[in-house]
Structures are given as C-alpha cells and as structure tokens.
C-alpha cells in the first residue's frame, strides 16, 4: 500500500504558541488529504478535507482560524494549530487519497501535548 | 462517530474466534473498512468491503456485510495476543464532491493467553 509519514511524532508546546504538523505522500501523488483528531479513548473525528490548490472544507464545529490547513503540493499537506490551549491536545492523524485508490491511507499520527 | 456503531469491548482467550460487530445507518455507504490501531500508532487497514458483497474473506479474516440490516462483523480466527489492539468499523460515502470516511468508536480486542 502507499504510504504516508507525518512530522513530527510528537510534540510538546507551551500554552499559546502555534504547532505545525506536516503530512506527506511518499510514494503517490494525494490529490485529497484529510485531517483527523482523536482524543483518549474515542474515536477519529474528521476535522477537515483538503484538495491540492485548493481551500481546506472544514468539519461543523472545527474553527478554520484556528487550525490552518495547507495543501500546497501533491505531496504535503500542513495543519497549524494556531495560539495552542491545553485542550488542544490530541492525536492528530492526518491520510491522504487519490483517483488511483479506493481508500484513503493513514500517517502514523502526531501526538500533541500543550502546557 | 454516531453514523457508525460498535461495542467497546470484547475479550477473547487465544486461539478463539473473535467477533467484533457493527451497525451503520447510511444505505449510500459505498465501501465499509475495518481498521487496526494499536497503542499510541495510527491506523492500519486491515480489510474492507464493497457495499455490493456480502462476504470478503482474508486469511483469517471474514467480513460479513447484510445491507439490509445495515450490519458488519469482522471475524479473526485462531486470535493471538498480537492481536490485541482497536478495531475501528468505518462506512466510506460521498458527500459534497469527495468520498468521506466516518469511524465508529472502535472495539478494544482484549486476547487473554
């Protein structure tokens, strides 16, 4: 299967500072890229979609200012969360597919602990 | 994840089959997944099905889809610890221009030795 790495695996921030997370194809091109976030013991809530040189379509209830998605390159996406709080922490996993797959493949998942 | 439902915990001794099912309630759902997640990883893609089947097998793997009841089980036969991990059901369907995949709350597999 195609795969998808994100950087970095984890990461720990002070209460205020923005984090960016990067999701890449590394062996496909991803036309569609798509951000997840699961907390502790629930499930992954789709945040928001996104296609290549295009704006991101935010989930209901997921701030756009605040969680700023780039999709600038076939390859990469970059979700930044902006002026992080301490409820902000979660495991954001970010996947991506094109026309060429019938499902959508996984990164590996960026654990984010804010302070 | 309330367009997919699935029990949160099923404990197995190994060498068992385990069971785990779902239920969801869109009938558009094209493709129907089941996920692996172990602690602390992202999700691997264990198998899925077309909305079309009503059997898949893999190995030790059986997914058995009734569209009429809009119910998914994922059977592993033999189960061994290394099975141990989250299963996530998920329905795959289109909406405004791009597939979206919508996960249910996961079942823990516990495989007692």
């Known amino acids: 299967g195609a795969v998808v790495s994100q950087h970095p695996s984890w990461v720990i921030c002070k209460s205020g500072t923005s984090v960016k997370i990067e999701c890449r194809s590394l062996d496909f091109q991803a036309t569609t890229m798509f951000w997840y976030r699961q907390f502790p013991k629930q499930s992954l809530m789709l945040m928001a979609t996104s296609n290549e040189g295009s704006k991101a379509t935010y989930e209901q209830g997921v701030e756009k200012d605040k969680f700023l998605i780039n999709h600038a390159s076939l390859t990469l996406s970059t979700l930044t969360v902006t002026s992080a709080h301490p409820e902000d922490s979660s495991f954001y996993i970010c996947s991506a597919s094109s026309s060429s797959y019938n499902e959508q493949f996984f990164g590996p998942g960026t654990r984010l602990t804010v302070l | 994840g309330e367009d997919v439902e699935q029990s949160l915990f099923l404990s197995v001794r190994e060498g068992d089959s385990s069971v785990i099912n779902c239920t969801y309630t869109?009938?558009?759902?094209?493709?129907l997944y089941w996920y692996k997640q172990e602690p602390g990883a992202g999700l691997q893609l264990l198998t899925y099905i077309f909305s079309n089947m009503d059997m898949k097998q893999d190995q030790r793997l059986t997914v058995l889809l009734n569209k009429k009841d809009k119910h998914l089980s994922l059977r592993i036969a033999d189960t061994q610890t290394g099975d141990s991990a989250i299963y996530f059901c998920?329905?795959?369907?289109?909406?405004?221009?791009?597939?979206?995949?919508?996960f249910g709350i996961g079942t823990k597999l516990q495989v007692i030795p």
């Open positions: 869109d009938s558009s759902s094209t493709y």
């Open positions: 998920a329905e795959r369907k289109a909406a405004g221009g791009y597939q979206k995949v919508t």
